[in-house]
């Protein structure tokens, strides 16, 4: 029985329980002993979960996101009233004549018709001019935050212009922006100059460094 209790006692140091026969019965390990009593204490790991359990996550603190607060209603949009004065002031179909100029020094003749009209609830001033194989419609409005108008052409050859002003000056208007074409993009400057039922235009594009007058017409109505 000595000689049972020792192997048994190797084999589950030594780690090889296999190797006992299947007939051969091994008695439970005794109980660990102190070491003052000789023998070497037996030190059992922890039990083991089969089935280790799974932390739980702790959700994420919700995010305070912009756009989910309640933003503040805004006040309805209304079409600032400068527009609807420079309208009835200016609105009318007028006869313009003048010439086109081109680079090289020489010009063609400029004749057609523009017409002005207040549109989309007077929040918009719209011309129109066609005539001398030229057509375009601009529109114009006014930023009452800004102090600013703005204009917005489109020509018959998808070009396509958009300027600001600050509004009229010594009884003048300059407009400043650019021209958008198929053949590319071009500083311009547009001048108007109305008196009683007479506007004078004129414009200058920057073409190698240098202002050049690109037209100038005079318009009545």
């Known amino acids: 029985m000595i000689h049972r209790l020792t192997l048994a006692t190797l084999l589950v140091f030594t780690g090889f329980t296999g190797l006992a026969s299947a007939d051969e019965v091994v008695p439970p390990p005794a109980p660990s002993r102190p070491a003052s009593a000789g023998a070497p204490a037996v030190v059992r790991p922890p039990p083991q979960d089969p089935k280790p359990r799974q932390r739980k996550m702790e959700s994420a603190p919700e995010m305070d996101e912009p756009a989910l607060r309640p933003r503040p209603i805004q006040p309805p949009l209304v079409a600032a009233p400068e527009v609807a004065k420079l309208g009835k002031a200016l609105a009318g179909a007028y006869k313009c004549k003048g010439v086109s100029?081109?680079?090289?020094?020489?010009?063609?003749?400029?004749?057609?018709?523009?017409?002005?009209?207040?549109?989309?609830?007077n929040a918009w001033l719209m011309g129109s001019f066609a005539g001398g194989g030229m057509k375009f419609e601009d529109y114009r409005t006014f930023d009452a935050t800004a102090k600013q108008w703005t204009r917005i052409a489109l020509h018959g050859t998808s070009a396509h212009v958009i300027e600001s002003t600050l509004g009229e000056k010594d009884g003048k208007w300059t407009w400043e922006g650019t021209q958008i074409a198929p053949t590319g993009t071009t500083q311009i400057r547009d001048f108007e100059q109305a008196s009683g039922k007479q506007i004078k235009v004129w414009g200058e594009a920057l073409l190698g460094g240098t202002w050049q007058k690109m037209y100038e017409a005079t318009c009545k109505r």
Request: no cysteine; proline share 5%; glycine share 14%.
């Open 101 to 121: 100029l081109k680079g090289d020094g020489s010009s063609t003749p400029l004749e057609g018709t523009y017409t002005l009209k207040l549109a989309l609830d």
